[in-house]
């Protein structure tokens, strides 16, 4: 079965940065299009982030929340992907997930960032 673990959150202060790691296993990484997810309490789980696999040339995408402070990024090699965060706000604060986009594995834990002074 496919696992997701997901690092690197934390609290930080407003105007941190963050960068959040992904290991993926128990599938052929390279040919799946990922994304970064992220759910507040109360809130839907939104995609922030997302990268397309090889056969997509790794394009990437942002929601307008994030564009230009957000850079998802991933190494094939192993099996990793990247969230570096730049110039948080407290609207960030949530857990964040990795997963597959439009197929959806079994979610992981998360992490969870908090951004407060």
């Known amino acids: 079965q496919v696992q997701l673990v997901e690092s690197g959150g934390g609290l930080v202060q407003p105007g941190g940065s963050l960068r959040l790691s992904c290991v993926v296993s128990?599938?052929?990484?390279?040919?799946?299009?990922m994304g970064w997810y992220r759910q507040a309490p109360g809130k839907q789980r939104e995609l922030v982030a997302s990268?397309?696999?090889?056969?997509?040339?790794?394009?990437?995408n942002y929601a307008d929340s994030v564009k230009g402070r957000f850079t998802i990024s991933r190494d094939n090699a192993k099996k990793m992907v990247f969230l570096q965060m730049n110039s948080l706000e407290s609207g960030d604060t949530a857990v964040y997930y990795c997963?597959?986009?439009?197929?959806?594995?079994?979610w992981g834990q998360g992490t969870l960032v908090t951004v407060a002074s």
């Open positions: 997963n597959r986009v439009r197929e959806a594995w079994v």
């Open positions: 128990g599938t052929i990484f390279s040919i799946v299009d």
């Open positions: 990268i397309g696999s090889i056969l997509n040339g790794g394009s990437t």
